[in-house]
């Protein structure tokens, strides 16, 4: 794959993002009238994707370790055991019962949830930035090898 195909499929990289996301916001209003049972069923589905999509990630890093930069390799091991932090939590905190903790353990969840939108949002910036320094980097060596060919 050419760069200039890397840079075309990394700009169709972030509009299946932002499809996904669109999916996400979707998914998370319909949820709110839905019985508990689905949304549990759809949370569950949920983490097993990210769970997936962490794993490959985690796997393609490790596969092309010398074209990641360091800062991206921490960055995505921060996320796998973020991910897995959070879903321990929920499975521990699953199994009380009593109101009160079960209003702390939605706090907790909200507060999480929102931390992971955020979390997101610097993410998809962090990669707008990577992509326009990739095509940066593109038209600066296409030009030096352009006046010196």
């Given at each position: ?21 669109k999916q ?6 319909a949820a ?39 800062s991206w ?77």
């Amino acid at each position: 794959m050419t760069t200039s195909e890397k840079l075309m499929s990394a700009s169709d990289k972030l509009a299946q993002l932002s499809g996904r996301a669109k999916q996400a916001e979707d998914r998370a209003a319909a949820a709110r009238q839905q019985a508990k049972s689905e949304v549990d069923a759809s949370a569950a589905e949920a983490r097993k994707a990210a769970q997936e999509h962490a794993d490959e990630l985690r796997e393609t890093a490790a596969a092309t370790e010398a074209d990641v930069s360091a800062s991206w390799s921490n960055l995505q091991e921060s996320l796998a055991e973020h991910v897995t932090e959070v879903r321990q939590k929920l499975d521990t905190k699953k199994a009380e019962h009593d109101a009160n903790r079960a209003e702390h353990r939605a706090d907790d969840a909200e507060a999480d949830a929102l931390f992971a939108i955020e979390y997101a949002y610097v993410t998809v910036e962090a990669a707008e930035s990577a992509v326009l320094d990739a095509i940066s980097a593109r038209i600066e060596a296409d030009e030096l090898v352009g006046a010196s060919g």
